[in-house]
C-alpha cells in the first residue's frame, strides 16, 4: 500500500473517532448542568476542554452555549466536530478509491449535514448529537461490513484504537482521583456520584458498567472499567489490544523487519494494561499511570509513521 493511502486512512479514522469522542463531551456535560451539583458550571467545562488538549482560541468565558456552539460549528478551529468530519472527508477524498461507495456516500451525507448551516442558540445540541453519532456508526458499520480487511482496514483500525485509547486516558487524567487508603472502598458520595457517572456516559460506559457492577459507584471499579477492562470497546485496554492485532496483521501481511521495533513497543504497552492491577495504577497515581499511557501511545504513533508513512526508498526498495 502506498504511503499516501495509509496516512489518509489512519487519519481519516482519528479524525472521525475525535468527532465521536467530542460529541458524547459536549452531549454529556451540557445535559449535566440542568441537574444540581457540587462541581461548578466553570470547572466542568474547563475540565472538558482540558480533556479535548485545550484547544488554541477557546476557553471558558462564562457561557457555555457559545462554547459548545464553537466546539461544533466553528470550521476554523480544529478540534471542533465540525473541522473534525470536514478533515476526515477530505482524506477520504484524496483516496477515493481504496474506499466504497457506501463509505463516501455515508462521510459526504454526514458532511453536508453539520456544514449546511449552523443552528441558532437553543436546543439544537440534542438533535445534532444524536444525528451525528447515528452517521457516524453507520460509517463505522459499512467500513466493517463492506470493505475487504486487508491493509487499508488495518491502517482505520490503527487510527480509530489509538485515538480512543489517548483519548479515554486525557479524559480520566482530567478527573480529580483520590487514592487515600480511606477512601478507595467507598462509594461514591453525593458530590462525587453525578461527576462519576458523567464521566461513564462520556465514555459510553454507564450502562455497561451497571451490568458489570451494578450501579455502586466506586472509584477502583470505575478505573478498572475505563482503564484495564479487556471486553469493553471503549476502554484504554481494548483499544491497545485492537491497535496490536491490526500492527500484527500489517506486519504479517507486509513482512517489514523494520516494524519490529513497533510491535515491541506497542506489545510493552498491552503487556502493562493486560497484567497491571488497578491497585498498582492507585498506588502510582491515576494522573501519572494514564499520562504514561499517552506518552507511549505517541511513541507508537511516531514509529508507525517512521516504519509505514514516511519510510526511506532504501527500505522499500529493499522489500
Known amino acids: 500500500m502506498l504511503s499516501r493511502v495509509a496516512d489518509s486512512l489512519y487519519w481519516m479514522s482519528r479524525y472521525l473517532e475525535r468527532a465521536e469522542h467530542t460529541v458524547r463531551l459536549l452531549d454529556v456535560n451540557f445535559s449535566m448542568t440542568l441537574d444540581p451539583s457540587s462541581t461548578s458550571e466553570e470547572e466542568r467545562w474547563k475540565r472538558v476542554l482540558a480533556a479535548l488538549g485545550r484547544p488554541a482560541g477557546l476557553e471558558w468565558n462564562g457561557d457555555f452555549y457559545s462554547l459548545?456552539?464553537?466546539?461544533a460549528f466553528d470550521k476554523e478551529n480544529p478540534a471542533s466536530i465540525t473541522a473534525c468530519i470536514s478533515?476526515?472527508?477530505?482524506?477520504?477524498?484524496?483516496?477515493?478509491?481504496?474506499?466504497?461507495s457506501e463509505q463516501w456516500q455515508q462521510l459526504n451525507r454526514m458532511y453536508h449535514r453539520v456544514t449546511e448551516g449552523t443552528p441558532e442558540?437553543?436546543?439544537?445540541?440534542?438533535?445534532?448529537?444524536?444525528?451525528?453519532?447515528?452517521?457516524?456508526?453507520?460509517?463505522?458499520?459499512?467500513?466493517?461490513?463492506?470493505?475487504?480487511h486487508g491493509e487499508g482496514w488495518q491502517f482505520i483500525q490503527i487510527g480509530r484504537s489509538i485515538e480512543r485509547a489517548t483519548s479515554i486516558a486525557a479524559l480520566v487524567d482530567v478527573f480529580e482521583w483520590d487514592a487515600a487508603p480511606e477512601n478507595i472502598s467507598e462509594g461514591a458520595g453525593s458530590q462525587q456520584f453525578l461527576e462519576?457517572?458523567?464521566?461513564?456516559?462520556?465514555?459510553?460506559?454507564?450502562?455497561?458498567y451497571c451490568n458489570v457492577y451494578t450501579a455502586d459507584l466506586v472509584q477502583p471499579q470505575i478505573l478498572q472499567f475505563l482503564l484495564l477492562n479487556k471486553e469493553f470497546p471503549h476502554s484504554v485496554r481494548y483499544s491497545i489490544d485492537q491497535l496490536r492485532c491490526a500492527l500484527l496483521a500489517l506486519q504479517e501481511g507486509s513482512g517489514r523487519l523494520v516494524a519490529e521495533e513497533l510491535s515491541r513497543v506497542a506489545g510493552r504497552l498491552q503487556a502493562s494494561l493486560t497484567f497491571c492491577d488497578i491497585s498498582e495504577v492507585m498506588n502510582q497515581g491515576v494522573g501519572s499511570y494514564v499520562r504514561n499511557v499517552s506518552q507511549q501511545c505517541r511513541e507508537i504513533h511516531s514509529l508507525?509513521?517512521?516504519?509505514?508513512?514516511?519510510?526511506?526508498v532504501q527500505v522499500a526498495l529493499s522489500l
Open 68 to 71: 459548545v456552539h464553537a466546539l
Open 87 to 100: 478533515a476526515a472527508r477530505e482524506n477520504a477524498r484524496q483516496v477515493r478509491e481504496e474506499i466504497n
Open 121 to 148: 442558540k437553543g436546543h439544537w445540541l440534542d438533535e445534532f448529537s444524536t444525528a451525528t453519532l447515528n452517521d457516524l456508526h453507520l460509517f463505522q458499520g459499512a467500513t466493517d461490513t463492506s470493505m475487504t
Open 196 to 208: 462519576w457517572i458523567g464521566l461513564l456516559r462520556c465514555c459510553t460506559a454507564f450502562e455497561s
Open 304 to 312: 508507525i509513521y517512521r516504519d509505514y508513512i514516511k519510510y526511506k
